[in-house]
């Protein structure tokens, strides 16, 4: 089965007390008519732990976790709980945690306990329905005390912890820098590798208040022709920059790309070449795909790129329906 989706921040952060929303039931039926099948989840353990107590959850708040799964269920859809936060570690304010996910042991142990919870509490769930994202998008090699031997280990561990529990349960672990350094020390390992859809990231992350990068470029770029570390970005440069991932698919690993898209500060037509050249090339590996997001500032629905023509579709005044067609058109059918 090849999956095609989007991201859902339901139970994202919890910055400054945020709650977790119910699941959005209404673009649940949308994805479900258009014909997509996969919900990714990203959350954050601070939901259900109170001053770094890893080993003791409030498990109360995991039910809103069971009404997501139950609303995609009802659908078709598969699910996919993904640790965005995790104890020890976060792509996006590291520095809030306590512990280092990759040199301490208390959260290493929190982080496979945690993973455990939630096998046991989900072990007669098909596999067809769900699936667990380990950790997204892991630091740099270098940074934090990340290396790919420690972040291995860990992998590692945790999918056995996993699998003692609930054999069949599918799993995605996602690349290195961020999502987008392929891992072939992991290769041998019976996971779904998740990659990413972010480059040029001066492309991609256009005028962010949270990734800075792009302040280096003196304009915004175009597309074919963004240039970004040290390229000049084209349907070619993207080939090349998944050949890694491409070799690890051929040691007969699954790929899907857990995330990708673009912000809402460049031109929607230059975005659009780029989306064309992306998806024509994930039809052509075979690869599965979730936009971040549905709805908003990377989604389809009302997302505010300049230049944007919007159509009321399935309900929704505000569709990028050439957007919507580009995510159609290069679904490999299954």
């Known amino acids: 089965m090849t999956y095609y989706g989007f991201n859902f921040l339901w139970m994202f952060s919890s910055w400054r007390g945020r709650p977790a929303q119910p699941p959005d039931e209404r673009a649940l039926d949308f994805l479900a008519a258009f014909g997509f099948n996969f919900v990714r989840i990203p959350t954050d353990y601070r939901f ?19 009404s997501y799964l139950t609303a995609c269920r009802a659908r078709g859809l598969h699910m996919s709980l993904n640790f965005h ?14 512990h280092n996910l990759w040199t301490d042991e208390l959260a290493q142990d929190a982080f496979v306990f945690l993973w455990e919870c939630f096998a046991r509490r989900y072990r007669d769930v098909p596999a067809s329905d769900l699936s667990f994202d380990l950790l997204n998008e892991p630091p740099n090699p270098g940074q934090y005390g990340l290396t790919r031997e420690n972040h291995a280990a860990l992998m590692r ?25 392929a891992m072939p020390e992991l ?4 996971v779904i590798h998740s990659g990413r859809g972010y480059q040029p990231m001066n492309l991609s992350h256009w005028g962010a208040r949270w990734w800075r990068g792009w302040q280096v470029c003196p304009a915004p770029p175009t597309y074919p022709g963004a240039v970004w570390d040290g390229k000049t970005w ?10 890694p991932w491409r070799e690890v698919q051929a040691a007969g690993r699954p790929i899907h790309i857990g995330e990708f898209g673009c912000y809402n500060n460049i031109e929607n037509d230059i975005a659009l070449a780029w989306f064309a050249d992306l998806l024509s090339l994930y039809r052509e590996f075979g690869w599965g795909y979730s936009l971040w997001t549905f709805e908003g500032a990377f989604g389809i629905v009302h997302h505010g790129r300049p230049g944007t023509t919007y159509e009321k579709v ?12 580009l995510l159609l058109e290069n679904r490999i059918q299954n």
């Open 234 to 243: 084209n349907r070619d440069t993207l080939r090349e920059f998944y050949q």
């Open 157 to 181: 561990r945790t999918v056995a912890a996993i699998r003692a529990i609930s054999p069949h349960r599918p799993i995605q672990i996602d690349g290195l820098g961020g999502g987008h350094l």
């Open 85 to 98: 936060r995790a104890p020890g570690y976060c792509i996006n304010g590291n520095n809030l945690e306590k």
């Open 48 to 66: 259900w732990t109170r001053d770094f107590d890893y080993f003791h959850p409030d498990e109360s708040v995991w039910e809103k976790i069971d």
């Open 187 to 190: 290769a041998d390992l019976d």
């Open 314 to 325: 399935g309900g929704y005044r505000h569709v990028d329906r050439r957007l919507l067609d």
